[in-house]
């Protein structure tokens, strides 16, 4: 079962656990109302979601779970599978135990890899769907960022330390091959997302297991998106007009798949829409939560 609320080291914030699977899973609860689950991309947490849910929470329940993608900060067991697949498991796994219903499932980045995932195999607790500038088609690991990232997992854990030891430093985490591509103002959460990676081994290891075996994975999306048109429930696309790293053609082709869908473009950020224009993002998911019903009939 959920544990009660549990403090994190040293971040002044709490979350509540979870054991599944693959281990322990760390998430925030908040608010009342629909349902909305927020997944994140690789080396992030769960506060990628912090403004837009602190907009949603007033008439929404937002739960947001930190993802073993490289920022969690409880290792994974040692055979847990740290794959794309894998995670997409995890998520439906965690969506079971929580029993939540008639959910809006909300993807950025490598968490919109998940949802679509989720799409493909058909899960019955998904209701609707929004994907917010993610990898997508054959983008995947996406643009220069992504493929670095990958590049670097095939280090040795204690090398690939080293490496993420620099981020450290603001002009490095700015570069386009770190998070400089991704977010205009989020700065200060890359910061704080490449801390467990660096403090904690057990931690390199697993962000290295999910990034060699997203090396491995590289068609995986091509295959989902064939399945994507099986979706018949609402779907909304948001996509960062000036995307550097998802390209914005993607989010119309993603649009035009889905028997529901519809794209709405973000002007004024980058890859990380909930970090740069969280009011914004809010506000989307408001409206279409509001405007569209949460059963699988088409209108």
Known sequence: MPSPLTPLDG???AVKEIELSAGTIEYEDT???PVLVLLHGLMMDASLW???TAGLSVDHRCVTPTLPLGAHRRAMRPDADLSLPGMARLVAEFLDRLDLHDVTLVGNDTGGALVQ???ADGNARVRRVVLVSCDAFDNFPPGLTGKTLVLTGKLPPWMFGLFMRQMRLRALRRLPIAFGWLTRRGDAATARWTRPVMRQPAIRRDAVRTLRAAAAGKDLLIAAAG????FDGPALVVWASEDRVMPPEHGRRLAGLLPRGRLVEV???YTLIPLDQ?????RIVREFTRASPADRSPT
């Not at 969280?278 to 809010?282: D, I």
């Open 11 to 13: 971040e002044g914030w």
């Open 31 to 33: 608010g009342d109302g």
């Open 50 to 52: 912090d403004g837009v």
């Open 117 to 119: 995932l989720l799409m």
């Open 227 to 230: 399945r994507l048109p099986a």
């Open 267 to 269: 002007e004024d950020s």
């Open 278 to 282: 969280p009011s914004r993002l809010a």
